[in-house]
């Protein structure tokens, strides 16, 4: 792999309740457990909301790419994401959903964008066959 970025962070304190910082000081975070993990729901965030920003992003890049190559476009599209944590038999993992929308695109031509994006972000090729990932497509 040749290297053209490598993004970090530190983490302090009891890692899901402790505190997170880049190195370059451009994202400084409070860490939070969630109630639903027998937390206390404080003010902070936690690893899968910063994931489902960070997938959503990569997706959403990956989608305007593979329209410009296709020479179509996608204007106005978003992109919503839900990272679960859930226990299985062999501890804890994660699944994703991705709900992508595509204004002035039929839901034919939104899908064949959303898979093409599917297959060059990063993020999808990195939890493909690790975790469920599903994706929704949504002609606006």
Do not use: W
């Amino acid at each position: 792999m040749k290297v053209m970025y490598t993004a970090q962070a530190e983490v302090e304190g009891e890692g899901r309740k402790g505190r997170g910082r880049t190195d370059d000081g451009r994202l400084e975070v409070d860490l939070s457990v969630p109630s639903g993990m027998g937390g206390d729901d404080g003010q902070g965030t936690n690893p899968e909301q910063l994931f489902a920003v960070g997938y959503a992003a990569c997706f959403h890049g990956a989608l305007k790419k593979v329209a410009r190559e296709a020479g179509d476009s996608a204007d106005g599209s978003k992109i919503d994401s839900a990272v679960s944590l859930g226990s299985a038999e062999d501890g804890l993992t994660l699944a994703v959903e991705l709900q992508v929308t595509i204004p002035g695109k039929s839901q034919e031509e939104a899908q064949k964008l959303v898979e093409a994006a599917h297959q060059v972000c990063p993020y999808s090729r990195a939890t493909r066959g690790n975790i469920e990932v599903t994706l929704t497509t949504k002609n606006g």
